[in-house]
């Protein structure tokens, strides 16, 4: 009778951390933003965040059939895509409108390109492009707070961005309000308090990398207060702080290297205030992010860390080597 | 950026020594039989110079060193010769030529006595390198760099420090520890006859900070021989401790660590004038230079979650790690005894391996048609670096520093890469180990070449930390592997 040992590699023993768990904890830190945004847009919210979520699951487990490939919705990926596309519409979104977002974002953003780990762009910000480009009227429509939860009907106001861009003085927003997220916009990107505190769990749990959001909203402060702006108003405006924490950060869309995240978070910061100020939308945080989302590669590879016993950081080496050749 | 004594990177595992850390050692009853390797260390094989029938003495050499960077091998028990074949060897995946040595039951006088008390003082320290070299010393850590090439600086470096390694960074492992603890005056004489064969003055034994005791006994012994004079004046011999971090007792990162150094990459601590030895080599040349012994035996933690006794062992060099489980009382659970007692075959094995270098998960690879029934993990060394055994036929060789036996419940399925840095992060190296592996998976190993692969030195703090559980060093070496294919 014959036995048999288990042989593999080392290390012989792993970390307890896992990717699914990573998801489920990005959900927990959501989840009170979601009451939030239900709170403050009434039970349409809620609407919009069932189907989002329900779409996207939907979609990933019917593409990962479709492609043979296993099913993998446990990992609890789909879900935070779900509940980040809901955050970054308004809660006025026809249902159906919703359903196209959630399969833009799992299956041409996510699965087409190989699934988790392989897509380039953010699934819920690409999915809002998608959107943005095919049906502005319906995503670019800020909601007003509700009164009462029960409350169905979505009255649509200029959100603070939209005042300031069309220079509407009358409409003005305290920072209180900004703060507590008693303002018109997207359902999940309003409530400061709330997605601050779920950003807080993140970072304890070591999810979150600060290099990312930190200089994303040091740069984007500097930057309107050079053009003018209150820049504490500017940071707690529009989607600055979901963005930064929660989209900014995704691990597969953002570079892996320390010095690589700080540019990219600048990177994005930069981009949004241009955007704001000068770009044909109100808010930029957006396309700042998908636009800083391409440049990935490119950042991973110029922000090598210095190799131990190297003195020349890989950084001079790959700026002086010349170029072509080197993905031979 | 971390302080002084430490480095950049690196992960602090949950370290298990609990299960040995204050067991004093305990010497293995001289076994009945002994496989003895030929080739036991960094460099080139040993060739046999005994021949099946012959009688031989404990502590006679068996192997002749066929070239600079080689160590003879000695029969560490006495008895007849009666095999010289290819065996199992725990760090090679082949057996390798090996001398098979039996000794009478009935032999009472077998065990030597090693009495001998030379003063090495009067000794030169090209005569104390040669008997290093004779008694076949070589790092114990692990690495099993002969000895001798260690202390031979090429011409034209300087040495100016001897660092001597007690960090001991790996979990379960406590063999230097008690050895720190248990035999301190050996191992400060072994420094000082390491400083006269270096011709240099100063020592540093880094210490982590998890053994303290070992540290304040060593410091101690220091001030004691200090006023005895047995430390000269203008030498000085100090214990520093160490941050508690994985991989500190890198020979690098120890450098690093202690003096703020870094070898250049591809380079040898030579480079920096610096020259590091294992404590646990530090005794062993005290033993053979002092007592002409060479390195036949060697302290042994034997330990794990399926050990039934977990006890840090004086072992026979060339003991089965059959033998040195039982000793230790087994494998725990139901089916324990019979995982101890039962034939692997070998061949089959090395298959499980092979078909594993692509797959992802570190179990799957080991079920072929069933699930294997009993889920323990043999390891030769410590969990981060040591290497998976297939057999318990494979010996007790000098770079033996722990012998662990794991229940493998607890390994987790390899999912892709989320690209969440932490590998990067970590990495002792300042490598980027998920381009590695995803490179290493496309078979794209001049690009992994690029990456700086060769400055990998297989920590595995990339794949403990990884969430994904990609088995990031597996996929490394088996770029490396390539690489050096290429090359030939």
């Keep these: 009778m014959s036995d048999r040992f288990v042989i593999s590699s080392s290390p012989h023993f792993l970390t307890r951390g896992n990717t699914a768990g990573i998801m489920w904890l990005v959900v927990v830190a959501l989840l009170p933003t979601a009451v939030a945004g239900v709170i403050i847009f009434g039970l349409p919210a809620a609407f919009v965040i069932g189907v989002s979520v329900a779409t996207c699951v939907a979609t990933e487990v019917l593409s990962q059939l479709a492609f043979k490939r296993p099913v993998t919705i446990k990992d609890g990926s789909a879900v935070v895509t779900g509940l980040l596309l809901a955050f970054i519409l308004p809660s006025s979104t026809p249902f159906w409108v919703v359903i196209v977002g959630g399969v833009s974002a799992i299956f041409l953003v996510k699965q087409l390109f190989g699934g988790l780990g392989f897509n380039i762009f953010n699934p819920a910000l690409a999915a809002r492009a998608v959107l943005q480009t095919s049906f502005p009227v319906f995503v670019n429509a800020t909601t007003r707070p509700v009164h009462s939860i029960l409350s169905f009907d979505a009255v649509t106001a200029a959100s603070a961005l939209n005042a300031i861009k069309e220079g509407t003085a009358n409409v003005h927003y305290s920072l209180g309000d900004l703060f507590f997220g008693t303002v018109p916009g997207a359902l999940g990107e309003t409530c400061k308090l709330t997605l601050l505190i779920g950003a807080a769990l993140l970072v304890l749990f070591r999810v979150v990398d600060l290099r990312i959001p930190l200089p994303y909203i040091a740069v984007a402060a500097l930057l309107s207060w050079i053009f003018g702006r209150d820049p504490l108003e500017a940071v707690l405006s529009g989607g600055l702080i979901l963005g930064a924490f929660f989209m900014a950060t995704d691990l597969v869309t953002s570079p892996a290297t320390p010095w690589g995240k700080v540019v990219f978070g600048a990177g994005c910061g930069i981009l949004t205030i241009v955007i704001r100020n000068y770009g044909g939308f109100p808010e930029g945080v957006c396309y700042s992010i998908l636009l800083m989302n391409c440049a990935v590669p490119l950042l991973d590879k110029a922000f090598r860390p210095r190799v131990f016993g190297t003195r020349t950081s890989a950084l001079r080496k790959t700026a002086a080597a010349p170029k072509g050749g080197s993905e031979a | ?488």
């Excluded at chain 2, 036991?40 to 068996?62: F, L, M, W, Y």
């Excluded at chain 2, 080689?70 to 995946?93: D, K, Q, W």
């Excluded at chain 2, 840095?421 to 001049?446: K, T």
């Design chain 2, 1 to 488: 950026m971390f302080g002084r004594k430490s480095f950049r990177g690196g992960v602090h595992p949950p370290e298990h020594k609990h299960l040995t850390q204050n067991k004093p050692i305990v010497t293995l009853p001289t076994p009945l039989r002994v496989v003895i390797p030929l080739s036991q260390h960094t460099g080139s094989p040993c060739r046999a110079i005994v021949a099946v029938g012959d009688e031989v003495n404990e502590g006679q050499k068996i192997g002749e060193s066929t070239g600079f960077v080689s160590a003879p091998v000695h029969a560490s028990i006495a008895g007849t010769v009666v095999a010289v074949e290819s065996r199992p060897h725990p760090v090679l995946a082949f057996p390798v030529p090996s001398v098979v040595i039996e000794s009478k039951p009935d032999a009472t006088a077998a065990t030597a006595a090693w009495t001998k008390n030379i003063d090495w003082r009067t000794l030169t320290a090209e005569s104390i390198k040669d008997k290093i070299k004779e008694a076949g010393i070589v790092g114990m850590g692990g690495a099993a760099f002969p000895t001798h090439v260690k202390l031979s600086p090429p011409p034209g470096k300087t040495i100016r420090a001897l660092l001597v390694n007690g960090a001991e960074c790996e979990p379960y492992l406590t063999t230097d520890h008690r050895l720190m603890l248990e035999r301190s005056d050996e191992i400060l004489e072994g420094v000082l006859i390491l400083l006269k064969a270096l011709d240099i003055k100063t020592a540093v034994i880094g210490i982590e900070k998890n053994k303290t005791d070992a540290a304040d006994l060593l410091r101690e012994k220091i001030r004691r021989k200090e006023a005895a004079g047995e430390i000269a004046g203008d030498e000085s011999v100090r214990v520093a401790t160490l941050k508690v971090k994985y991989p500190q007792g890198a020979e690098k990162q120890l450098i690093k660590a202690l003096l703020g150094r870094e070898v250049p990459s591809g380079g040898l601590p030579f480079e920096v004038g610096v020259v590091v030895q294992n404590v646990g080599t530090a005794f062993a040349v005290y033993e053979a230079v002092v007592k002409d012994k060479p390195l036949i035996e060697r302290v042994v933690t034997v330990s794990g979650d399926a050990v039934a006794e977990p006890a840090n062992v004086l072992v026979r060099i060339g003991t089965s790690f059959r033998d040195l489980l039982a000793f230790a009382g087994g494998v725990t659970g139901s089916d324990g005894a019979a995982a101890a007692g039962v034939e692997v075959p070998g061949a089959e094995a090395q298959g499980v391996e092979v078909s594993s270098a692509k797959t992802a998960g570190p179990a799957e690879g080991a079920a072929p048609a069933e699930k294997p029934r009993a889920g323990y993990k043999m390891i030769m060394g410590g969990p981060m670096m040591g290497l998976a055994q297939y057999t318990l036929d494979a010996p007790v060789i000098k770079g033996t520093s722990g012998f662990l036996v794991l229940k493998q419940g607890d390994t987790k399925p390899s999912v892709a890469c989320v690209k969440c840095g932490a590998c990067v992060d970590r990495c002792p190296a300042g490598l980027m180990p998920y381009q590695l592996g995803n490179l290493s998976e496309r078979n794209d190993f001049a690009a992994c070449a690029e990456f700086n692969v060769k400055d990998c030195m297989e920590c595995g703090v990339c794949s403990f930390v990884c969430p994904s559980a990609r088995p990031l060093v597996h996929l490394i070496k088996y770029a490396k592997l390539n690489l050096a294919k290429q090359k030939k």
